[in-house]
């Protein structure tokens, strides 16, 4: 569902709610056209309208003022306004691109009413003679006034009381059918308080309506409220909505809490095979023996939230961590411990991880810690071998193998485990909440759940965790490993390149590694960006005595491997690569990252590949090399993300910024817009709500259970099952 009545990014289009692009909805006659029903009724699913509480929470997204109508004479440029006259010319002009345009007269003036789309209907509707409402934007100009793209409607009728609201839609669905449905919406939904007065009255930050009084409000402007009063935030009516949703939000997490804390998962404490054996009365457990192999101590900060997973583990109750911590700060170590305790306990330990070159770049190590100590390895990739394939099935069906390590193929339905009882989630945030519901659903024994473990490099911010992720504990690793160098990053503009080019050939004649990553070309070889081959051979030419390799996503796997291995150790100088790298590539040697067309990445993703050096001890560099193109500067948020990434090595300090420039919904990820986001409330400016909400939820739970069913199926409806994954 978009977030209605959130940002109205056509604020100044004033034509056409924002979603319906098309000229056909311009058109609005006094009485609304008949729309097929099931064709509205598609409509109106599309926009995520089924149930009267649907309608009656799709709020406004700004109001109209229809009740005035000025002299044409009288309307000063720039201002939106409605005007009234009789259509004296109308013609298609061909100029330099085909137009409709039509002259109305009201006596004072006249204006032009021009349409670069239009239909039949509409010169039906404006014909010559006839008289006709517009609004619209006027513009003044040598030629004389014109409005570009009005809306209008034949004339009479009396003018409207109040605002006229304006809702988003989607193309087809007429704002006056829309309208219509809303407010019978609003009339039919069962709005009964689910808030009983005792917890609304005490300490609340403002005023507060009922949620009728909130939505009558906003759906039915009194002649009197000003667009001011509807559009402040802080009206009464806002506050009510913003501390509905928030609770409901609150409480959903809660409850999914509770769910979950009534499933069972297997307890992993000790090494059961060896209890009460004879003669076994010293047992080194696996992850002790992990820890004593290390080639490193652990950092205090992987040693705390090592200790906090264990608590978890040995619990009944299943885990639903989230390990975060910035690029490099070693969650790998942490896993395999994790992982080592799972199978040290006798069970099975799934490893996931977004692609095939992370899950075998990212795992070799943890592989080659665990291995020693006689774990056995299955492996499930895509690109597996049908015989390869079969021998990974029998081995995790059979319970050989301990740990099980793959891509999305881990959660195939053909894939059955003995007994799985931890799986963890590399890069989380790559994966959906489906598939994070089917891989727990991959515990065999009936009515247990695995432990999940997520881990993820892109911390979520505070306020997040507290809302979105409120059934969620985090682990943090605030501390990197010792012995890292800060990462000094650039902003250079693209007609740079030779420098930067000279300075890797300095790092390369020092021995040090460097990656050059470009964007990822999608199917069309139009694009006019420097693409990979060019920058690889550009890079060739330049460097006649350094290996310089490229990587991209559609060469065959065992190509990628190939490559990747020749840059691991340290043959391959250069990897000029398409994103493939993004995540978990772990080469301590390489110590520049040149990233081409940086604005065109997002600010977590610049953040994990510049992520990808200062691993080891050697002063490390990022250069970010952007191009304007044919503009003459970057965009706002595009500079934005750069400044941030020159300014900041921190990644709390960057997933601040990115929630900053994108906004929540865009932060968590298209693909878990599931997970119903806040259309009224703002994490940050409504922190007061959010506060309270939480402090209500587990009262209201225990108090008025009932209620809060109402409440949580009012505002979440069919989505609070998300929220549980
Ligand atoms: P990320 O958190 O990004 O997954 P990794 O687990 O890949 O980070 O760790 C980054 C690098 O740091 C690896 O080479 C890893 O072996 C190394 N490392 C991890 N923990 C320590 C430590 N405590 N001391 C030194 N090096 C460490
Ligand atoms: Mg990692």
Same mark, same amino acid.
């Given at each position: 569902m978009p977030p209605a009545a959130k940002r109205d990014p056509s604020a100044n289009a004033f034509d056409l709610p924002q979603a319906a692009a098309g000229p056909t909805t311009t058109v609005e006659k006094a009485a609304p056209k008949p729309v097929a029903k099931s064709h509205a009724q598609k409509s109106l699913e599309k926009l995520g309208l089924r149930t009267d509480i649907e309608l009656a929470l799709h709020l406004p997204l700004r109001y109209e003022d229809e009740t005035q109508i000025i002299a044409i004479a009288q309307a000063r440029h720039g201002e939106l306004v409605q005007v009234e006259g009789v259509v004296t010319d109308s013609q298609i002009s061909l100029n330099s691109r085909r137009q409709l345009r039509v002259t109305i007269d009201d006596g004072s003036d006249s204006c032009v009413l021009r349409f670069l789309n239009f239909y039949p209907s509409h010169q039906k509707t404006l014909s010559v003679g006839a008289r006709v409402r517009a609004r619209g934007e006027m513009r003044g100009g040598f030629v004389g006034r014109e409005m570009v793209h009005p809306s209008f409607k034949l004339a009479g009728g009396e003018l409207p009381g109040s605002l006229t609201p304006v809702y988003s839609t989607v193309a087809g669905l007429p704002q006056s059918y829309l309208r219509k449905a809303v407010l019978s919406g609003l009339a039919r939904a069962?709005?009964?308080?689910?808030?009983?007065a005792a917890f609304l009255n005490r300490e609340l930050p403002a005023e507060i309506w009922s949620l009728r009084e909130a939505l009558q409000f906003m759906h039915h402007p009194k002649p009197d409220a000003g667009l001011a009063i509807l559009e402040d935030r802080r009206h009464p009516a806002w506050q009510r909505l913003k501390a509905e949703e928030l609770l409901a939000q609150q409480l959903s997490q809660l409850q999914a809490r509770r769910v979950r804390a009534a499933m069972r998962a297997p307890p992993l404490a000790g090494s059961p095979q060896n209890k009460g054996k004879k003669g076994v009365d010293l047992h080194t457990s696996l992850q002790a023996q992990l820890q004593e192999g290390l080639p490193f101590q652990l950092t205090q900060a992987q040693q705390r939230v090592g200790d906090e997973i264990a608590e978890d583990l040995q619990k009944q109750i299943p885990m639903h961590r989230l390990l975060q911590g910035d690029v490099g700060s070693g969650k790998t170590v942490v896993a395999a411990l994790a992982a080592a305790r799972c199978i040290d306990a006798g069970w099975q330990c799934a490893l996931m991880a977004p692609t095939e070159i992370l899950a075998e770049q990212h795992f070799s190590k943890l592989i080659s810690w665990l291995e020693p100590l006689g774990i056995k390895t299955a492996w499930l990739t895509g690109s597996q071998k049908t015989k390869a394939r079969r021998e990974a099935l029998a081995m995790i069906a059979s319970g050989e193998a301990g740990l099980v390590i793959g891509t999305h193929a881990v959660i195939q339905d053909k894939v059955k485990f003995k007994n799985l009882a931890l799986a963890i989630i590399d890069e989380q945030h790559r994966f959906g909440v489906a598939q994070r519901l089917a891989l727990r659903s991959k515990m065999t024994d009936g009515g247990q759940e695995p432990h999940l473990l997520m881990m993820t490099a892109t911390p979520i911010p505070r306020t997040l965790a507290m809302s979105y992720y409120a059934d969620l504990d985090v682990s943090t690793i605030d501390e990197l490993p010792p012995g890292r160098t800060p990462i000094i990053t650039r902003v250079v503009n693209d007609a740079r390149r030779d420098e930067v080019i000279d300075r890797i050939r300095a790092q390369v004649e020092q021995g040090r590694q460097v990656y050059w990553v470009c964007p990822l070309i999608e199917e069309s070889e139009s694009i006019d960006l420097v693409n990979a081959t060019e920058t690889h051979e550009l890079l060739s030419a330049a460097l006649p005595d350094a290996m310089v390799g490229l990587l991209h996503s559609r060469m065959p796997t065992a190509e990628k491997k190939a490559r990747m291995a020749l840059f691991n150790q340290g043959q391959m100088s250069v990897l000029v690569s398409t994103?493939?790298? $993004?995540?978990?590539v772990d080469v301590p040697n390489a110590s520049l990252m040149v990233i081409e067309?940086? $604005?065109?990445?997002?600010l977590s993703q610049l953040h994990q590949l510049r992520g990808r050096v200062g691993r080891g001890a050697a002063a490390s560099a990022c250069v970010l090399l952007y191009s304007t193109g044919d503009a003459p500067r970057l965009g706002e948020t595009a500079r934005a993300r750069l400044k941030a990434m020159v300014e900041t090595n921190d990644g709390f300090e960057i997933a601040r910024r990115d929630l900053e420039i994108r906004g929540p919904g865009e932060f968590l990820g298209a693909r878990q817009s599931g997970a119903s986001l806040l259309r009224f409330a703002d994490l940050e400016e409504d922190a007061q709500w959010l506060a309270w909400a939480r402090a209500l939820a587990p009262q209201l739970l225990e108090s008025h259970p009932g209620l809060v069913q109402r409440h949580i199926l009012r505002w979440l409806g069919a989505k609070s099952d998300y929220l549980k994954a």
């Open positions: 069962d709005l009964a308080e689910t808030i009983p994103t493939v790298i $993004e995540v978990g067309h940086a $604005e065109r990445f997002g």
